[in-house]
């Protein structure tokens, strides 16, 4: 059973930094695809990156390219979002997600974890 534990969120100004982090466990991931998505009040959750576990390649919403980086770490199953000029509209609740490959980075995600919230203020 696949596990996804999302970590990381907080309160940060404008401008600021965070990094999130997504612990995964219950199988090897190596024909997976990891996601990033994320869900404001009121809004729709939408994409917001996504990685190709074997090959490290990275996907990216136009909103997060640029400023938000997607990464792996393979010996310790971690993916890490690191955000970089964050701004109010960041503001959300990020989930972690997991699927086998299947070419498709933003849709149909099987698996997903509990959530971390980011609050950017102005």
């Known amino acids: 059973q696949v596990h996804l534990v999302e970590s990381g969120g907080g309160l940060v100004q404008a401008g600021g930094s965070l990094r999130l982090s997504c612990e995964a466990s219950?199988?090897?991931?190596?024909?997976?695809?990891m996601g990033w998505f994320r869900q404001a009040s009121g809004k729709e959750r939408e994409f917001v990156a996504a990685?190709?576990?074997?090959?490290?390649?990275?996907y990216y919403a136009d909103s997060a390219r640029g400023r938000f980086t997607i990464s792996r770490d393979n010996a310790v199953n971690m993916v890490y979002l690191q955000m970089n000029s964050l701004k109010p509209e960041d503001t959300a609740v990020y989930y972690c997600a997991a699927k086998p490959w299947t070419g498709a980075i933003n849709t149909e995600y099987n698996y997903w974890g509990q959530g971390t919230q980011v609050t950017v203020s102005s």
């Open positions: 990685l190709k576990w074997s090959s490290g390649s990275t």
């Open positions: 219950g199988r090897t991931f190596s024909n997976y695809v």
